[in-house]
């Protein structure tokens, strides 16, 4: 069994900053990729920001310059550091990995629980 868990998020005023965490745990062999989408209501889910398992990295234009993902290979975990946050951020967060597990002969995609996070005042 593979289980990605979030943690972070919340409310926080515009301008401000918040930390998105993820966590994999299970019979892992190797993540591919781990990355971040988020959907706000009445939007299709969205890719936010992803990295491989060698560094690179892709953003979307609207988060470019205020958003910054992190891993750390050995403890299987992805960060999304937030910044200068703007009302239209408001969506629930989804992590996601790209995982080959063990017993399996290829990749598959799991998704974490979800977090929330409002930008208001």
């Known amino acids: 069994q593979v289980q990605l868990v979030q943690s972070g998020g919340g409310l926080v005023q515009p301008g401000g900053s918040l930390r998105l965490s993820c966590v994999a745990s299970?019979?892992?062999?190797?993540?591919?990729?781990m990355g971040w989408y988020r959907q706000a209501p009445g939007n299709e889910r969205e890719l936010v920001a992803d990295i491989i398992s060698d560094g690179p990295t892709a953003y979307a234009d609207s988060v470019k310059g205020r958003f910054t993902i992190s891993r750390d290979n050995a403890k299987n975990t992805a960060d999304l550091e937030m910044n200068s946050l703007k009302p239209e951020d408001t969506a629930v967060y989804y992590c996601y990995a790209i995982i080959v597990r063990v017993g399996a002969t290829s990749e598959f995609r799991y998704w974490g629980q979800g977090t929330q996070v409002t930008v208001s005042s």
């Open positions: 299970g019979s892992i062999i190797r993540i591919n990729r």
